[in-house]
């Protein structure tokens, strides 16, 4: 595939995850604008995952018709529409329905550009390749949203939005000059989606996601508001918090892509499960020193960040002929995850002492790790072919 293609693809991942992880940074600032608590202002979070969540299968199946270009380009589109909309929000109602017209991107976007991509290079270089495609991701966690938290922190949280609208825009530009005309997969139908549920590779890996999502979810979504009430973190330290855990996803990212070659994907998400377990584990004990906090959540990020990517390329590795199908349904359980571990982490936010928040995390990764290992046995038990 040619690099500015991909490049031009990755930049669309990029502000699709800004989008996403955007309000987390932002609660402080949201919940005091809008007069509300930081835990309701943390549903916003769930809302976008439930709604990101339901769509991404729907909106698989509706789309797999529709022309790549035209799909993945009216996504970025819809990615700046919303971002604008939140940026002009007066309620809480206003911001909510504009997250949930911003969840509509993460549905499509990333999954159908993870679909498109599959068939646009060869077998041997789908893993890899799809790697680099999350990278966008890890570049959002490492420039946009430390970004979107250092606008938020000087300018007021609406600039973050209007940042985020404005760029979304450029970058569906990009998009359409990126994708060739004409690009489409396999139909999706009822069928398709009976052989996915149906096959236990496919099933213990998706639920591999899901969990390793709502463990993530419930110690990330209140990163903000837990550094602000264990160490006073807020503003341009905690914008220097994000951007460190961001360029450990970053590296880890790029470390996990060259790793698959050399030691297959499987084994990856399994060093991804394990590293995030440990940094969970760690976190509340090393909650009393700041500068400790930052290498945990740096290690953290190392050791987790590849696990998206690598998961992609195990589900199409499977079932290739299935990529719309599985990819679009991992996306999904990873915004279902997410909102679930908001959710969680809203909850656990009442009962518990704010750094020992990571605990309850940790539960969800260790499941996960066995869903991961048990879809793996069950691939290997596939007939060739």
């Known amino acids: 595939m040619p690099t500015s293609r991909l490049i031009a693809l990755i930049a669309g991942n990029f502000f699709v995850a800004t989008s996403f992880m955007a309000v987390g940074g932002l609660l402080n600032e949201i919940a005091a604008a809008l007069d509300i608590s930081v835990e309701r202002a943390g549903l916003l979070i769930a809302a976008f995952g439930v709604s990101a969540a339901i769509c991404a299968p729907v909106l698989a199946t509706l789309g797999s018709h529709i022309d790549r270009r035209k799909l993945l380009t009216a996504s970025m589109a819809v990615c700046a529409i919303a971002n604008i909309g939140s940026a002009f929000s007066q309620t809480y109602d206003q911001l909510l329905w504009a997250r949930i017209l911003a969840a509509v991107t993460s549905a499509v976007y990333t999954p159908q550009v993870a679909a498109t991509v599959s068939m646009l290079v060869p077998e041997n270089e789908r893993a890899p390749t799809l790697g680099k495609l ?28 209007v940042f985020m609208g404005g760029a979304s825009a450029l970058i569906a530009a990009f998009v359409w000059g990126s994708i060739p005309a004409g690009v489409r997969t396999p139909p999706l139908n009822l069928e398709r989606w009976y052989q996915v549920f149906k096959s236990p590779a496919l099933r213990w890996l998706t639920a ?33 918090l994000f951007f460190v855990s961001g360029v450990g996803g970053l590296i880890g990212n790029v470390l996990s892509v060259r790793m698959v070659r050399k030691v297959g994907a499987a084994n990856v998400a399994y060093k991804c499960n394990v590293a995030a377990a440990a940094m969970m584990l760690v976190w509340p004990l090393a909650a009393g020193w700041l500068g400790a906090v930052f290498v945990v959540q740096f290690l953290w990020s190392l050791g987790g960040a590849g696990f998206p990517a690598v998961q992609q390329a195990r589900l199409v590795a499977v079932a290739p002929l299935l990529a719309g199908a599985t ?29 020992f928040i990571p605990w309850v995390g940790l539960l969800f990764i260790v499941a996960a790790l066995v869903c991961s290992v048990r879809g793996e046995k069950a691939a290997r038990e596939l007939p060739p072919g």
């Open 208 to 240: 591999a996601t899901a969990l390793t999502n709502v463990g993530g979810s419930v110690m990330f979504s209140f990163l903000a508001p837990i550094a602000k009430a264990v160490l006073d973190v807020s503003g341009a330290m905690l914008a220097a």
């Open 134 to 161: 999350m990278v966008g991701w890890a570049i959002g966690s490492v420039v946009g949203n430390p970004l979107s938290v250092m606008i938020g922190s000087t300018f007021g949280w609406r600039m973050s939005f």
């Open 327 to 355: 990819i679009a349904l991992n996306s999904s359980v990873t915004y279902l995850g997410g909102s679930a571990g908001a959710t969680i982490g809203a909850t656990v936010w009442t009962l518990l002492p704010p750094r």
